[in-house]
């Protein structure tokens, strides 16, 4: 053999080696796909009931939220009606209450001034403060009861 035919067999058997490595990958990748495939299939299996059940809720959540859009509105309706209730309450019925409270309350100051008399202490005021009439006696007379 010669240097010519030993190089030629050397590039026959790295290129034999070359194609089966290729083979292997080839395969390799050819399982890949096929898995691929499958999980594709599956994913594809079950999201479109996935998509379908979302899309139900979906249209649940907004028949819920348009029940609640119309209870809100519904409050919103008797909230105003309570407020303008009792702005009507209060002004029919607060000028005469105050008008009565203040006519018991002058009543009873009167009725309290006849029964106490003019024994009742007086009080005067002076720059604010009140100044509680005289007890009688003197300050000495107050030390040497003690």
């Known amino acids: ?26 395969a390799r990748l050819a399982q890949v796909l096929k898995a691929a495939t499958r999980l594709v299939a599956d994913v594809s299996e079950h999201a479109v009931p996935l998509l379908g059940e979302a ?48 006519f018991g309350y002058g009543v009873r100051r009167a009725l309290g001034r006849k029964d106490a008399g003019p024994a009742s202490p007086r009080r005067t005021v002076v720059v604010g403060r009140a100044v509680p009439g005289a007890r009688g006696g003197s300050r000495r007379d107050r030390r040497g009861k003690g």
């Not at 030993?6 to 080696?17: R, T």
């Open 55 to 102: 899309s139900e809720t979906v249209r649940s959540a907004k028949s819920q939220l348009d029940r609640v859009d119309a209870i809100a509105t519904d409050v919103q309706e008797v909230t105003s009606n309570a407020s303008a209730l009792s702005t009507t309450v209060a002004s029919t019925f607060g000028g005469p209450l105050v008008k009565v409270a203040a």
């Open 1 to 26: 053999m010669s240097g010519g035919e030993v190089a030629g067999i050397l590039v026959a058997v790295f290129w034999a080696i070359l194609v089966s490595f290729l083979a292997v990958a080839l």
